[in-house]
């Protein structure tokens, strides 16, 4: 069956320190692959896409590869802030638009 | 960008009552939208998705007769849930889509508390 599995939160990282989170899915055929912020009170975000192997999102210094060989869209930022404090969810897009989300992980930043 | 509302951001009442949720696109013709339930340090569960004009798609699991779900316009959409109890309380949530369009714009969610 479509899953997808992130790395257990909450993750705390002092401000300008170097983000990881994992994400590995299980998927028949070729989805796309999203990664989504929901910010304190707020509704979910998309944050960055990638719609094919190789493919590499990016958008306000997070970056993930679509890593077909491994299964994976590990979310990446080289200096987080404390805005960047959130949760956020890896998803991947079925066709006819269904999303299968993670569980969600909670990113706390410290100054 | 899209902007996707819900009203009302919380809502409180009674075991056995029904509560009425709505789903706005504000500024796109929202042809798909989804909605969702969200339980505390959980996933989104996808719930159902309606095309406009059309019956909603129901996921494995959801009883439809409980979970009313109307898209008659292309702007709005709606989420009934029926003689509710307890633990029908939570964080729902709806999304909407353009037509072709891969993106969902989410709305904030709802908070449902039944007592």
């Known amino acids: 069956g479509n899953s997808v599995t992130q790395m257990e939160g909450p993750v705390t990282l002092s401000e300008e320190a170097f983000l990881t989170i994992n994400c590995t899915y299980t998927?028949?055929?070729?989805?796309?692959l999203f990664w989504y912020v929901q910010y304190p009170g707020e509704g979910l975000q998309l944050l960055l896409k990638?719609?094919?192997?190789?493919d590499k999102g990016s958008n306000k210094g997070f970056e993930a590869t679509y890593r077909k060989e491994t299964t994976s869209f590990h979310l990446e930022k080289g200096s987080v802030q404390v805005s960047d404090s959130a949760v956020y969810f890896c998803a991947l897009n079925l066709p006819g638009g269904k999303l299968i989300f993670g569980q969600g992980t909670e990113l706390s930043v410290k100054p | 960008g899209a902007v996707v509302s819900q009203h009302p951001s919380w809502v409180i009442c009674k075991s056995g009552t029904s509560v009425k949720i709505e789903c706005r696109s504000l500024?796109?013709?929202?042809?798909?939208m989804f909605w969702y339930r969200q339980f505390p340090k959980q996933s989104l569960m996808l719930m159902a998705t309606s095309n406009e004009g059309s019956k909603a798609t129901y996921e494995q699991g959801v009883e439809k007769d409980k979970f009313l779900i109307n898209h008659a316009s292309l702007t709005l959409s709606t989420l009934t849930v029926t003689s509710a109890h307890p633990e029908d309380s939570s964080f729902y949530i709806c999304?909407?889509?353009?037509?072709?369009?891969?993106?969902?714009?989410f709305g904030p969610g709802t908070r449902l508390t039944v007592t």
């Open positions: 999304s909407a889509r353009g037509q072709g369009a891969i993106e969902q714009y």
């Open positions: 998927a028949t055929g070729y989805p796309s």
């Open positions: 990638a719609t094919k192997a190789d």
């Open positions: 500024d796109f013709q929202a042809t798909t």
